[in-house]
C-alpha cells in the first residue's frame, strides 16, 4: 500500500471516501502478490492494482457496494490463461481479495500517516470474519489503537512485524488480514572505504538509510562521499550501535578488515534480531573471524549468520563492483520476505 500512500492521503486531506480491495491469497500464477492494493472512491477513480488489469473492472464495482453498504467483503476471482497472457503472463491463477472502507476511524489514520512520514512501523489489523468494519493499528511502540482485550491480535501484529510481510492469519473461527507498514530498512556500514563511498550510494537508491561508523578519523572524516550517508559516526560501534534499533529491518556490512573493530561490532549484533550481517575478507579471513568468535563462545548457528566473503559472486574486482555484489545479496536477503 506504501505506493499508493501519497494518493491515499490526498483523498483524505480532501474528504473523499473509498474502499480498499487488498490481495489476500493467490493460487498460480497470479498477477500480483499478497498484500497489494487498489483503492477505489466514490467517484470511481482508482489507486494500485490487484491483478495488473484483468479483474479491476470487477473490483471496482464491488468497492462501490461495499461503501455504500460498509459492510466489508471476501471474493475469490480467477484470472484465465487467455486473461494471464494479455498482462504479460505465461499461465492463469486465482486471487482471493478483501475490500473494506479505509480506516473510517480517524484517530487509526492520524496515527498511521504520522507513523509512516516519521519512518515508524506500523501493522494494520482487519478482522475478516463479521459484517462490518472492525480494524486495529499496531506499533512496536505505541498502545493498540482499537479492542484487542485479550491481547491476541497485538501478539498475531507483532509476528507479522518480524516476518515483515503482509499476510492472512486465522484463529479460532476468525480470520484476521495483517497489513505491514514497515520502516524503512536501515543499512549499518562499519568502515569508510572506497567501497563504502559507493555502498551507500547504491543503498540510499534503493531506500535505504545508510549509517556508517568509523573509529577511524583518517578514514571517516576525509572519505568523500558524493551521496553522502544520513548519519556518520567517528567512534567505535559499541558506543553507537545501542543506540540504533536492531532488528528485522537492519542490515550490517562489516568493511573495514580490522578485526578490532569488525569484531566489536560482531559482539554487539550476533545474537541480535538483524536481517542480515556481511564482512569483507577472503575465505581465509573468515576462517580466522570463525575462530576469534568461537574461542569467545559463539556457536556454529550464530557465527554461520555471517555472509563471509560478503556478497553474490559476480567476480568483482573493483569498489563499485563489490558494493554492486553486497547490495544485491541484501536485496536478495530482503525480498526473501515478500
Known sequence: MLDIFAGIAQWMANGETFATATVIKTWGSSPRPIGSVLAVNSKMEMLGSVSGGCIEGAVVRESIAVLESAKPKR???????????????????????????????????????????????????????????????????????????????????????????AQTVEVEGKAYFLQVFPRKSQMIIVGAAHITVDLVSLAKGFGFETIVIDPRGIFAEK?????????????????????????????????????????????????ADVAYIGALGSKRTAAKRKARLEAAGYNEAEIGRIYGPVGVSINAKRPREIALSIIAQIIEVQNAYL
Open 223 to 271: 572519505t568523500q562521499f558524493p551521496v553522502p550517508p544520513d548519519h556518520l559516526h567517528v567512534d567505535w560501534p559499541v558506543e553507537v550501535l545501542p543506540k540504533y534499533t536492531l532488528d528485522p529491518y537492519t542490515y550490517v556490512v562489516l568493511l573495514t578488515h580490522d578485526p578490532k573493530i569488525d569484531d566489536q561490532a560482531l559482539h554487539e549484533i550476533l545474537r
Open 75 to 165: 471474493i475469490t476471482y480467477g484470472v484465465s490463461d487467455e486473461e494471464a497472457w494479455e498482462v504479460g503472463l505465461s499461465c492463469g491463477g486465482s486471487v482471493e481479495v478483501f475490500i473494506e472502507p479505509f480506516l473510517p476511524d480517524g484517530e487509526m489514520w492520524q496515527n498511521l500517516l504520522s507513523a509512516v512520514n516519521s519512518n515508524e512501523a506500523r501493522v494494520l489489523i482487519s478482522d475478516m470474519s463479521g459484517e462490518s468494519v472492525n480494524q486495529m493499528l499496531w506499533g512496536p511502540d505505541m498502545d493498540a489503537l482499537g479492542d484487542d482485550t485479550s491481547g491476541e491480535r497485538s501478539a498475531l501484529a507483532e509476528k507479522a512485524y518480524r516476518e515483515r510481510k
